[in-house]
């Protein structure tokens, strides 16, 4: 006999009992690979969410999720700043939504507006003379360090977010073929530099391999530049400018040529 259909109700209270159960566990010495199956099965549960969304009627009073929290949301499993095409790319890959680099265009406007107290923000990351970087967007709860970018932290963050990909592509399951393929593209499109990855194969060790041996050469003087322009960024008094950065000045030359 076929199973029921859960009502709103009993899937309600089947997401209450499930809560309460890893509150209950949360002291518990619990296996790391069950920890990293349970992992797995709320994500794929909040994708199922998301589809669910995206297909009632509901979709246009809210059903979709907002380019802002789709860049939060990709950005704070990421843990490092990162470009517009990949935070798209990424979020495609991972939480199989429709977040393109287009869309997110107005945004770092669209935040300069927004109430800069009590909310995580989409920001700029900043260059070690604290004024607004190009190219990299960060989280506003981040420490002041790793909003920073020096000489070698783009490189420093571009290795950090490969090997958070080859992290999802190792505990993803065979069975979801979809995000692994997804998820495959990307490191193929983003980390073709690194040694192990090929149009052909993604060899995790070597690549892994590959970012220790980099990390190892420039990841120290990064933290060194970073560190120390983070630390005049915190006796910023003005919290827009800590959080936008400082803008360049407009500079003129004087007694030239009208």
């Known amino acids: 006999m076929p199973d029921e259909a859960l009502t709103p ?9 499930l809560q309460r159960a890893l509150e209950r566990a949360g002291g518990a010495d ?13 994500t794929a549960a909040r994708r199922t969410v998301r589809r669910m969304a995206r297909t ?32 798209s790319a990424y979020h495609q890959a991972i939480f199989e939504s ?10 770092r406007r669209d935040e300069a507006r927004r109430s800069l107290e009590g909310e995580v923000l989409v920001v700029p990351t900043l ?6 970087a190009r190219g990299l967007l960060a989280l506003s709860t981040w420490p002041d360090w790793l909003r920073i970018t020096g000489v070698y932290s783009e490189r420093v963050n571009h290795l950090y977010v490969v090997r958070r990909m080859l992290d999802h592509l190792e505990t993803l399951p065979e069975s979801d073929a979809d995000r692994r393929n ?7 499109t983003f980390g073709s530099s690194l040694d192990g990855i090929s149009f052909n194969e993604i060899d995790i060790a070597t690549t892994r391999a590959a970012i220790s041996n980099q990390l190892a050469l420039i990841e120290e003087k990064d933290r060194e530049v970073r560190e120390e322009a983070a630390a005049r960024l ?3 008094s003005d919290l827009s400018r800590r959080m936008f950065g400082t803008p360049k000045p407009n500079l003129r030359v004087v007694g030239g040529d009208e």
């Open 9 to 17: 109700e009993d899937l309600a209270a089947a997401v209450a009992n």
């Open 56 to 87: 009632t009627g509901g979709q246009a009073r809210g059903g979709r999720r907002t380019v802002r929290a789709q860049v939060i949301e990709a950005l704070s499993d990421l843990g490092v700043p990162a470009s517009a095409p990949l935070i």
């Open 234 to 236: 915190g006796q910023e």
């Open 98 to 107: 429709d977040l393109t680099a287009y869309g997110m265009a107005s945004l």
């Open 127 to 132: 260059t070690p003379q604290l004024a607004p």
């Open 30 to 42: 619990l296996d790391p690979g069950l920890l990293g199956a349970i992992d797995d099965s709320l």
């Open 182 to 188: 997804a998820l495959t593209q990307v490191l193929r």
